[in-house]
């Protein structure tokens, strides 16, 4: 498969192209044939045009790739090592939403023949790839796992709006189902892979991996922000706690902040649901999870107290928030945490405007039916700098208050105008 694949008699189809997808196949596609399927035919025809519909990737990184793009699966059949890079996202109930990686095996499954490789990237529970992914593949194709057909973990790596840890320059965790299939998935990734490979032993342990990746870092997050919440009913800053306690040498450098997006505000839930599943109750996961999706509510209800202890009516008062992506210089508004600021605050009848330059104003309608506000107005009440974006860094307190009125408040979630405000009233994490 290995040589197929490098000399070009076979091709590399990758399946579902959005911010983990489309790198991968455009990468693959400097290398060998690829064919890039998504069932979005406007998304496919905008990336034909060498367009990334996520705002991740330039024009000139669709340039001498060998890859066609399409959503239709009959240009699929002839694929011979197929790529899944799709959703996995958690319901209301915040248990895991396989709807996308369960109707990707389908589509796989239709097209799939003897001797043909599987290779998942989504991020799932310890166990997901073989206990759910595989039966759909068996029943679409007909054929026998292992017998005829071969399954691997890859799990994605790629942090959105990162130019430096790039696709290439990531180790790669690779897996498969038995020795042969593990060592020909390593070596069709070290193609395109300059970091490495690391060669799990197994499909499950290489889930695990990926899912304790994101789980320690919101841990992490959650503990900074449980500390925010005491420092600032100690009146500290925590800001400035943080940089005492960095400089010890093994001290880590995590903030306080919203923790949204698909990958650390989701992964964590799928390994509790699996723990779950097999008997154990996991408390300090989920007791990470409870303060950080409660960060947003704690957050709206400082800035209304703020507004009260300042002589504000908040039935009238206007607050200004900059920032609706997910994390900073990205356009995606999926599971955004800014999100539950907005909505706290307009349960206490604030008035509330929306700017950010990146995210797509149609988008935020149909996502959270809520517009971005077309002109900045000079009469807010508080500003809540919710988002980094680099567009931020540069504004100074003569801004801030050419927009607001007297006595108004500034929220800064992220500390990025810390010693820097001097007659605004000041609030950060």
């Known amino acids: 498969m290995y040589k197929k694949i490098r000399d070009k008699d076979v091709k590399i189809g990758v399946i579902g192209l959005g911010y983990v997808g489309l790198p991968i196949a455009l990468e693959f ?40 793009f399409t959503s239709k699966i009959e240009d699929i059949r002839d ?34 023949k003897k001797g043909d490789y599987v290779v998942y990237e ?14 759909v593949l068996e029943k679409q194709s007909g054929l026998k796992f292992i ?23 990531i180790v790669k965790v690779t897996s498969g189902c038995d020795q042969e299939s593990a060592e020909v998935i390593a070596k069709i990734y070290e193609l395109i892979i300059e970091a490495g490979v690391h060669r799990a032993p197994s499909i499950k342990v290489a ?4 899912i304790i990746e994101n789980t320690q870092r919101d841990l992490n997050i959650a503990l900074m922000n449980e500390l925010s919440i005491i420092f600032d009913r100690l009146k500290i800053n925590t800001y400035d706690v943080l940089e005492a306690a960095g400089t010890k040498w093994n001290f880590l450098n995590f903030f306080p902040g919203l923790v949204g997006g698909h990958c650390i505000g989701v992964d964590p839930y799928y390994l509790t649901y699996k723990a779950n599943k097999v008997g154990y109750h996991a408390q300090i996961i989920n007791a990470g999870r409870f303060v950080n999706d409660s960060m947003g509510g704690y957050i709206a209800k400082q800035t209304v107290k703020k507004l009260i202890a300042n002589n504000k009516t908040i039935r009238d008062a206007r607050v200004l928030v900059l920032g609706v992506t997910f994390k900073e210089n990205v356009s995606d508004i999926r599971n955004s945490k800014v999100i539950d600021i907005i909505n706290e605050l307009k349960s206490f009848s ?7 330059p990146y995210a797509n104003s149609e988008e935020v309608k149909e996502e959270y039916g809520l517009s971005l506000t077309e002109k900045i107005r000079k009469d807010y009440d508080a500003v809540i700098v919710a988002v980094k974006h680099k567009e931020y860094e540069t504004l100074n307190e003569d801004y801030f208050k050419s927009i607001s009125q007297e006595n108004s408040i500034l929220v800064d979630i992220r500390g990025m105008y810390k010693d820097k405000i001097k007659d605004m009233d000041y609030w950060s994490l």
């Open 29 to 68: 596609a400097k290398k060998v044939s690829v064919v890039g399927f998504d069932i979005k035919a406007e998304r496919v025809e905008m990336m034909k045009n060498g367009i990334d519909p996520s705002k991740e990737l330039p024009k000139e990184a669709f340039e001498n790739c060998d890859i066609s």
């Open 79 to 112: 694929v011979k090592f197929y790529i899944v890079a799709v959703p996995t996202p958690i319901d209301s109930y915040k248990k895991p939403d396989l709807t996308p990686l369960l109707k990707a095996s389908e589509t796989v499954g239709k097209v799939l």
């Open 122 to 135: 989504s991020t799932v529970y310890p166990g997901c790839t073989e206990e759910e992914c595989v039966p």
């Open 147 to 169: 017998d005829d057909f071969k399954l691997g973990y890859s799990p994605e790596r790629i942090n959105p709006g990162d130019k430096k840890h790039t696709l290439t320059k």
């Open 207 to 210: 889930e695990a991996a990926k």
């Open 350 to 356: 604030v008035n509330v405007d929306i700017a950010d």
